[in-house]
């Protein structure tokens, strides 16, 4: 559905396909490689995708992308992680 709308609003030519931008990154912690998509912001706080580290995540640079880790205190709001505040 997603192509098809892009290919409506022009945004896929005929034989182009829509990408997004990527880097890659790798945990500080565990070191697992991680996708940072285009539109991740400076100062965004992510999570490492191995359940085994869970490590949170601050975007502190992009080109080349940089992460840091953060300490858990500063985790401890509300709209940190909604879904885990049901």
């Known amino acids: 559905m997603a192509r ?3 290919r409506r609003s022009g945004a896929l030519e005929r034989g182009q396909e829509y990408l997004v931008p990527i880097e890659f990154v790798k945990c500080p912690t565990c070191k ?4 940072i998509l285009e ?3 400076t100062g965004t706080l992510v999570v490492c995708a191995n ?3 869970d ?4 975007i502190i640079s992009r080109g080349p992308v940089r992460v ?3 300490p858990e205190a500063e985790t401890y709001k509300a709209d940190y992680r909604p879904a885990s505040y049901g």
């Not at 697992?32 to 996708?35: E, G, I, M, N, V």
């Not at 490590?55 to 601050?58: A, E, G, K, Q, V």
Request: proline share 0%; charged share 25%; with cysteine.
């Open 4 to 6: 098809e709308n892009a």
């Open 32 to 35: 697992q490689k991680l996708a």
């Open 39 to 41: 539109y991740v912001t």
């Open 51 to 53: 359940l085994k580290c």
């Open 55 to 58: 490590t949170s995540l601050r």
């Open 68 to 70: 840091e880790a953060v």
